[in-house]
Nanobody
Framework: QVQLVESGGGLVQAGGSLRLSCATS????????MGWYRQAPGKQRESVAG????????NYADSVKGRFTISRDNAKNTAYLQMNSLKPEDTAVYSC?????????WGEGTLVTVSS
């Protein structure tokens, strides 16, 4: 099993930045990929960004390309989501996941609110 703890959410003005962290513990050596999803009020959950265990391959939703950067520090068993040029439409609960072969684990989520 893998446990995930997110941090870094909060309230920021439009145009500002936040960095989310996702610290993992447990069977971290079995993680093949990590990433973030978000869900805004009244909307479906959407994938935001993902990164492989090596950190070589990343993917982003079109809506965040050029503004968000995902990275991971394997020595710290932590993934990061740097969010720049935030927009009100980025307001959502952001949830981190860790994918293993045959199972996916989720954090509890952290709220990001972007004011206009």
């Amino acid at each position: 099993q893998v446990q995930l703890v997110e941090s870094g959410g909060g309230l920021v003005q439009a145009g500002g930045s936040l960095r989310l962290s996702c610290a993992t513990s447990g069977s971290t050596a079995s993680i093949v990929a990590m990433g973030w999803y978000r869900q805004a009020p009244g909307k479906q959950r959407e994938s935001v960004a993902g990164i492989t265990s090596s950190g070589i391959i990343t993917n982003y939703a079109d809506s965040v390309k050029g503004r968000f950067t995902i990275s991971r520090d394997n020595a710290k068993n932590t993934a990061y989501l740097q969010m720049n040029s935030l927009k009100p439409e980025d307001t959502a609960v952001y949830s981190c996941y860790a994918a293993l072969r045959g199972a996916t684990y989720w954090g509890e989520g952290t709220l990001v609110t972007v004011s206009s």
